[in-house]
């Protein structure tokens, strides 16, 4: 387990580069709402992006408080759950599960958009494309967190590189009078139309830059000692790249007068007006496809770390707990990819009908784990609590306000949210009662009384005379040599009489029923007589178990060649209470 933890340099890989990778489309998003008034009001991308930044401060710093005071992971979940209660806790959670679901549709979704924006002619294959990319990121996760990590680092280090040679580069060309002045208008021109509204609109899209920003506090257990420092001082860092990154580009598509595009993104155009299409334009479009296909690790990595905090809870099931041979909690992780493909063929891997309902997947989370920490410092009131207060009260504003404009504006792509959240919250609520139920009837110290079983009754279901039979009677006899029953179901009247002939002389201190039937049935039959025997033994205080022989081919695919009569009986009994069924195994060996 300690060799499976990250050090601070691989964590800002595996953990940062959902949202380091939003930059590829956050800034367009913003525009994506501009435009509607027309290129001239593309300047208020500028305060904007003020605005988002102001945001993300208020965020960084509220979850660098959530780290410290909930060092055991969980981010917004736990503090939602143990703040405000257990549904909204149970909101955030299932936000947070969904959105995870989202992060990695919408990142493998919008590194695909980069490859065909590269390549026009692979458009029409992005679906298979993204899926496959699923597949290959879903299997590295399976080979461990380590090793994921290791492999991760270089494409997000080589995306901030290549980001960062791209700001500088953009930036020089426009102190140096490179860049025409007729591309953009100028800071403070008025624009006909423009309106509060329609800027909280872009302000909300613009959020979707921040996506991914709480993953680290979700995953404070996968990070080496001290746990918390460490994952406070990688969220910093995140927080101070995503800052730069996001800015550069909202000043760079300003100055450049980019317009956006369906066939090709905002980064793509800024580095073609910057370099042309040569290697250095491959090499940003290359890296900003690598960091958004692989930002769905970010899913990954925090995703089976929230189900193991709601399967503690018994609110999912509790296969999600369990950890694969590399350390990993697999089944999350295999539940993970699947849903994300499933989401990614529904939506055609359409990113800008998946970002919305991602988006809004994360503010809420956002607002309640904000609104938890400010009821958790107005009930502890610990040093310094009044500052700490100010900051998740900011936090939690601004997360509402975003939250509502998510509504106010995009309800058509984020009604979704009213369905699945209260059909969440209801499979919630009904697993842990499930759980509930179980336990107390579990609990031996429970009035129920237990009934003493003063003998056993054995009936074995026989198809012939065959060593599989004799293998289960000899089992039998060694239980209960003086009740045992055979059971066999002739479809024909001649077959009945040779057979109980050849019985008698086979298995003569065996007795043997014979259930006639002309129904070609052998279940229903078998059942009924079952039930007679289980009626009389009751009376004793007897048990009856039925005995199933069955042989087992030596290989696998060799079953499908067989009728499995056997599996039905096993299956229509198993669920019976009144009756304990035992499979007797008879291995073939050719």
């Known amino acids: 387990m300690g060799e499976q933890k990250l050090n601070k340099k691989k964590a800002l890989a595996i953990l940062s580069s959902d949202a380091l990778s939003s930059v590829a489309y956050g800034p367009e998003q913003i525009l994506i709402v501009l435009v509607t008034i027309g290129a001239a009001a593309f300047w208020y991308s ?9 945001l993300l401060t208020a965020l960084i710093l509220s979850y660098r408080q959530i780290i410290f005071a909930y060092s055991h992971g969980g981010g917004a979940y736990v503090v939602s759950k143990e703040n405000l209660g257990k549904y909204p806790g149970l909101i955030a959670g299932g936000s947070l599960l969904v959105d995870y679901i989202l992060t990695v549709a919408v990142s493998i979704s919008a590194g695909t958009d980069a490859i065909t924006s590269a390549f026009p002619s692979l458009h029409e294959h992005k ?6 990319f699923v597949l290959l990121i879903t299997i590295l996760n399976l080979r461990g967190v380590t090793e994921s990590a290791s492999v991760l680092a270089y494409p997000v280090y080589l995306f901030v590189l290549a980001l960062f040679i791209l700001i500088g580069t953009g930036l020089y060309n426009i102190l140096s009078g490179n860049v025409p002045a007729e591309l953009h208008t100028s800071l403070g021109t008025p624009v006909a139309g423009i309106s509060l509204f329609l800027l909280l609109r872009a302000f909300s899209s ?3 830059a921040l996506t991914g920003v709480e993953a680290i506090s979700n995953a ?20 101070v790249l995503l800052a730069v990154m996001f800015s550069g580009i909202v000043v760079l598509a300003y100055y450049y007068g980019i317009a956006p595009r369906a066939d090709v993104t905002v980064v793509s155009q800024i580095a073609e007006q910057t370099f042309g299409r040569n290697a250095m334009y491959y090499f940003i479009q290359g890296t900003t496809a690598l960091i958004l296909i692989l930002a769905a690790n970010t899913g990954y990595s925090a995703f089976p770390l929230l189900a193991v905090n709601l399967a503690k809870d018994k609110f999912i099931p509790r296969m999600f707990t369990m950890r694969g041979d590399r350390l990993g909690y697999s089944n999350g992780i295999i539940i993970l990819g699947v849903l994300s493909m499933v989401l990614i063929y529904v939506f055609e891997g359409k990113t800008e009908q998946l970002i919305p309902l991602y988006a809004v997947g994360v503010f809420i989370p956002f607002t309640l784990s904000q609104s938890g920490m400010m009821v958790k410092w107005l009930r502890e009131k610990p040093a310094g609590w009044v500052q700490k207060f100010i900051i998740n009260t900011v936090g939690a504003l601004i997360s509402f306000v975003v939250t509502m404009m ?3 504006t995009k309800f058509t792509q984020v009604w979704p949210v009213f369905v699945f959240l209260p059909i969440l919250l209801l499979v919630f609520h009904r697993i842990h009662k499930h759980y509930e139920a179980i336990a107390d009837q579990l609990r031996i110290t429970t009035c129920e009384e237990t009934i003493k079983i003063e003998g056993n009754v054995i009936i074995v279901p026989v198809a012939g005379i065959t060593h599989v039979v004799m293998n289960s009677l000899e089992y039998a006899k060694s239980l209960s040599p003086q009740q045992i029953i055979a059971v066999y179901v002739p479809f024909e009247r001649e077959d009945e009489a040779v057979f109980e002939e050849k019985w008698r002389k086979w298995q003569p201190d065996v007795r043997l029923v014979t259930l006639y039937t002309p129904y070609r049935s052998i279940v229903q039959p078998l059942t009924k007589f079952i039930d007679k025997v289980n009626w009389k033994a009751a009376e004793l205080n007897h048990r009856v178990t039925v005995i199933i022989p069955q042989f087992i081919p030596k290989k696998g695919w060799h079953n499908i060649l067989h009728n499995q009569s056997s599996l039905l009986i096993r299956a229509r009994l198993l669920f019976r209470s009144d009756v304990i069924v035992t499979t007797v195994p008879y291995h073939l060996k050719k």
């Open 206 to 208: 613009g959020s979707s």
């Open 127 to 132: 679906v298979v494309i993204a899926i496959a």
């Open 406 to 408: 998510f509504f106010m």
């Open 220 to 239: 404070i257990p996968n990070f080496k000692s001290p746990e918390a420092s460490n994952a406070s001082k990688t969220l910093i860092a995140m927080g």
């Open 46 to 54: 500028i305060p904007i992006a003020l605005g988002v930044l102001i």
